[in-house]
């Protein structure tokens, strides 16, 4: 039994080319793809490692999740045993495209730790502040990312750059606790509700306009000084 993730069944023996028993195969679910013959131990454990492994090897990646509310926080950094947390940059200072190329970069790590079960998480500067402020993360600019094990109140700053090879780098120091963990000095806050990012470039505020000023009269102007 591995969670119901693996299904066995029988099969007609001439279309799955059985030629002699037992036969165990494996048919990978979605694409066509042909069957692998298991020809390992035929005890229960052995036949379960065999099939957990496969499992790994086909599952999903993990959904890189936009820290939108504290429900989202508690689903990936609570109920799991580490989180990594990413801080990016103000779209304003990214655009699109380059917070897309960072989320991308946080794609391809989670696929290839899928196995670990990370949770993985994002925001941008400043949008969970309090967040920022517990974990210590931000401090020295963005994007930033840092590995959480909240059940052990405890946080692993990546200082590199965020790159792939730097990140992967410092998933294997996390992974083989070579990495000194600093402990949370202020409890982690309960998140604010946020708004999710639509997808596209950021949109510089409207400045106020004051070309009226101009024709303000003189006894106006005064009037306003006195109130001042």
Same mark, same amino acid.
């Given at each position: 039994? /591995? =969670?119901?993730? /693996?299904?066995?069944s029988?099969i007609n023996a001439?279309?799955?080319? /059985?030629?002699?028993?037992? !036969?165990?195969?494996?048919?990978?679910a979605g694409?066509?793809l042909?069957?692998? *013959?298991? #020809? @390992? =131990?035929?005890?229960a454990d052995?036949?379960?490692?065999?099939a957990e492994?496969? +499992?790994?090897?086909f599952a999903?990646?993990?959904?890189?999740r *936009?820290?939108l509310n504290?429900? /989202?926080?508690?689903?990936e950094?609570r109920?799991?045993?580490?989180c990594?947390?990413s801080?990016?940059? #103000?779209?304003?200072? !990214? @655009?699109?495209?380059?917070? &897309?190329e960072?989320?991308?970069?946080l794609?391809?790590?989670?696929?290839?730790?899928?196995?670990r079960?990370?949770?993985?998480?994002?925001?941008?500067a400043?949008?969970q502040?309090?967040?920022?402020?517990?974990?210590e993360? =931000?401090?020295?600019? %963005?994007?930033a990312?840092?590995?959480? &094990?909240?059940k052990?109140?405890?946080v692993?700053?990546?200082r590199?750059?965020?790159?792939?090879?730097s990140? &992967?780098?410092?998933?294997? %120091?996390v992974i083989?606790?070579?990495?000194?963990?600093?402990?949370l000095r202020?409890?982690?806050?309960?998140?604010?509700?946020?708004t999710?990012?639509?997808?596209l470039?950021?949109q510089?505020?409207? *400045?106020?306009?004051?070309?009226?000023?101009?024709?303000?009269?003189?006894e106006d +102007? #005064?009037a306003?000084? !006195?109130?001042?």
């Amino acid at each position: 039994d /591995v =969670g119901g993730s /693996v299904r066995s069944s029988g099969i007609n023996a001439e279309y799955g080319g /059985v030629r002699g028993y037992p !036969t165990i195969k494996y048919f990978p679910a979605g694409a066509k793809l042909d069957a692998e *013959e298991y #020809d @390992g =131990g035929r005890t229960a454990d052995d036949i379960v490692a065999w099939a957990e492994v496969k +499992l790994e090897q086909f599952a999903e990646p993990p959904e890189i999740r *936009e820290l939108l509310n504290d429900e /989202v926080f508690a689903e990936e950094c609570r109920e799991k045993s580490i989180c990594i947390v990413s801080i990016l940059p #103000d779209i304003l200072d !990214t @655009g699109a495209k380059g917070r &897309n190329e960072y989320i991308d970069t946080l794609k391809s790590l989670g696929d290839k730790y899928k196995k670990r079960k990370f949770g993985w998480v994002w925001s941008f500067a400043g949008e969970q502040d309090k967040l920022q402020e517990s974990l210590e993360i =931000g401090g020295a600019g %963005y994007p930033a990312l840092a590995a959480l &094990n909240i059940k052990k109140n405890a946080v692993l700053h990546h200082r590199g750059g965020f790159s792939k090879d730097s990140i &992967n780098e410092f998933l294997q %120091y996390v992974i083989a606790g070579r990495i000194a963990p600093s402990v949370l000095r202020k409890d982690v806050p309960k998140l604010r509700k946020a708004t999710p990012w639509d997808g596209l470039d950021g949109q510089m505020p409207e *400045e106020e306009d004051y070309s009226d000023l101009d024709d303000m009269e003189l006894e106006d +102007l #005064d009037a306003v000084k !006195t109130e001042l």
